[in-house]
């Protein structure tokens, strides 16, 4: 364990202010989970001191914060974990990989303003490997330095905090039971009998919805109350890999669970007026283009040269509209692909040896290597939200202005299908595109990616918060998008969400993933996202949206306004997915019919109906 006396002589170093009646609490865990606070020290001075200050003078700054005047004190790097908690003076953090709960109590609040303002100085030096200084943040954050580059000097003003509120007429009532965080009951079981493994939902607009397993795909009916199970499964066994444009099989061979390149697939997504489907392949180098309520031929089209592709998505958000387009999303790389491919006449693919055809490729644009692109997601105007594994958010416009140098091309001359044209690449490659803007990291890996329909706000999920970013600004009169040009200094600052620690402990400190907006779709564009729900292990964790944008900074986080209110809904195994249906038409008085969330675990599906939180809930 370091000590202050260790500290090299920095701004940071001589700047720790002395602390007096500050109070170290450890959390104290009982069996059941239940959480209680033990007091293990009074008039404890904490300290920051620096790992590597007698190491060699290559080693990175590391500070980590020790605590004098407690026998027992964590070991503490550091990091954006740390939450302040102003009403309460209080600041809590995790120590022992997340196993043990911490927290220092401060006696007014001058105190507490300097030993966060201390904090921020610290982790801006861990996280930068400079000194925190106005010159130091301008030359690391650029335009974002007083915005969306977090808030290491300090919290929202009073004109952020007024930009998040400023839709609130289109939004209803937050109700009473909102407000709290509270336990909520499981829901209603989809009555089916899972035969296999599954794997993801892939929900429609439309009258179908498709669960994704193992050995085959579900379809369920959409209804005001959730999925219906139709008592239909198409078995990957009975599919055959061919053509579907009306040419007579040469084979009809089918394959066996076991041989199926299908079984492994996971990710889906809706095409051609939902009648069609494109499963990604588990080597991210082709996809499987079938019809999922036929047992009727596949198609395998391939990526051409490329090859890991992580993700693919519908060009414009919603699955409704008639379109052969989508977009791929590899480390370095977002690409658009046509389905309108040339047939091979009557030759039939088989599933021991299939002939990939090649996909027709509509433009894109390789990035530099560092970018490490991790997920991606669209508006319902074809703009696009990118997360990367270094943090970092990228928001472009709706125009795909780079063409691949090698436009994969089929082996064999092709026959065009009256019933759809061969597809042919851009002529010629226009200007490159970038990011219209660029979000600062804030320390964690994006995870996955979530837009509104009018692509308002952005949702990127890390496995310990999730960000809420308001892409919209203000420049005069005029209201402009963060898609279309650069947010920097002039938008709101970011919101987090995050689980109370003693829900941490609740849920065994299991990751947050797939955070996502309510689905407003096509046809209902009056409509608004009303919630935000992630999957956390064993539960579901869902935010009243409206709760986010009025929310107070009584809890910051990493310099940023922290959510703490939830309803955590539980299963009895970990949840693979949860997803809300598409909204619903209002109905008698404005009332929003129940069932619009969808549950998805290894072996079955749920419909979580609406309920009255004030009366169902248990606070916690």
């Known amino acids: 364990m370091g000590n202050a006396a260790s500290q090299p002589a920095n701004a940071n170093a001589g700047q720790q202010p002395a602390h007096t009646d500050v109070r170290l609490f450890k959390a104290c ?9 033990e007091l293990l020290g009074e008039n404890v001075q904490p300290h920051f001191y620096d790992i590597n200050a007698d190491t060699s003078s290559n ?75 106005e010159e130091n943040v301008q030359r690391e954050l650029g335009v974002y330095a007083g915005g969306l580059g977090g808030g290491l000097g300090g919290g929202e003003t009073d004109a952020q905090q007024q930009q998040w509120v400023e839709d609130m007429d289109i939004d209803e009532p937050v109700r009473a039971g909102d407000a709290h965080a509270g336990v909520r009951s499981e829901g209603r079981l989809v009555d089916r009998k899972a035969t296999s493994e599954l794997t993801s939902l892939v929900l429609g607009e439309n009258d179908r919805s498709f669960v994704v397993g193992r050995e085959g795909i579900s379809v369920m009916k959409n209804t005001l109350h959730g999925l219906e199970d139709l008592d239909l499964e198409v078995s990957f066994d009975s599919l055959r890999l061919g053509s579907d444009r009306g040419h007579t099989p040469r084979s009809t061979r089918r394959s066996t669970g076991k041989s199926s390149p299908l079984t492994s697939c996971s990710k889906g997504i809706l095409m051609d007026s939902e009648e069609k489907m494109n499963l990604l392949s588990s080597t991210g180098r082709s996809i499987f283009n079938i019809d999922p309520e036929k047992e009727g031929v596949v198609r395998e089209l391939g990526f051409g040269d490329m090859s890991g592709i992580l993700d693919i998505v519908n060009e414009t958000k919603g699955t409704a ?32 040896s299939p002939t990939v055809d090649s996909l027709s490729h509509g433009g894109g644009r390789t990035y530099k290597s560092k970018t490490k692109f991790s997920c991606i997601a669209t508006t319902a105007d074809g703009y696009r939200a990118v997360g990367s594994q270094d943090g970092t958010i990228r928001l472009y416009n709706d125009q795909m202005t780079q063409v691949r140098n090698s436009i994969p091309r089929a082996p064999i001359p092709l026959a065009r299908s009256p019933a759809r044209p061969l597809a042919r690449s851009l002529p010629s490659p226009p200007p490159r595109q970038i990011s219209k803007t ?3 990291s804030l320390g964690a890996p994006i995870d996955h990616i979530d837009v509104t329909f009018d692509g308002r706000w952005v949702l990127a999920t890390t496995k310990t918060f999730i960000i809420v970013i308001k892409t919209m600004y203000k420049e005069g009169s005029k209201e402009l998008c963060g898609f279309t040009s650069r947010l920097g200094s002039r938008a709101p600052k970011p919101r987090l969400l995050m689980l109370r620690p003693e829900d941490r402990v609740y849920t065994n ?59 955590l809904i539980p299963k009895s195994e970990d949840i693979l997915d949860t997803n809300f249906m598409h909204a619903k038409a209002r109905e008698g008085g404005g009332v929003r019919s129940p069932g619009s969330l969808v549950v998805l675990t290894k072996q079955r599906v749920w419909n979580v109906e609406e309920e009255d939180e004030e009366e169902d809930s248990l606070d916690r």
């Open 29 to 37: 865990i009982r069996s059941d989970k239940s959480f209680e606070w």
């Open 59 to 133: 080693s990175p700054t590391e500070w980590h914060l020790e605590f004098e005047g407690s026998v027992d004190y964590p070991d503490v790097v550091v990091s954006d974990g740390m939450q302040f908690q102003a009403a309460e003076l209080k600041c809590v953090f995790s120590a022992a990989e997340g196993t043990e709960w911490w927290a220092l109590s401060f006696p007014d609040e001058r105190q507490f303003a300097a030993f966060h303002q201390s904090y921020n100085g610290h982790l801006f030096e861990n996280r930068y490997q400079t000194d925190l200084s």
């Open 321 to 352: 509209e008639a379109t052969d387009t989508f977009l791929s999303l590899a480390p370095q790389s977002v690409d658009k692909w046509d389905l309108r491919v040339a047939e091979r006449g009557g030759l039939v693919q088989t599933m021991a």
């Open 438 to 440: 660029n979000i600062p």
């Open 509 to 567: 400190n299991a990751p947050f993933e797939k955070a996502r907006f309510s689905w407003v779709d096509s046809r209902n564009r009056s409509e608004k996202e009303r919630y935000i729900v992630a999957t956390c292990g064993r539960y579901t964790v869902q935010w009243n949206f409206r709760a986010v944008k009025i929310a107070k900074p009584d809890v910051v986080t990493n310099g940023l306004t922290t959510v703490q209110k939830y309803a």
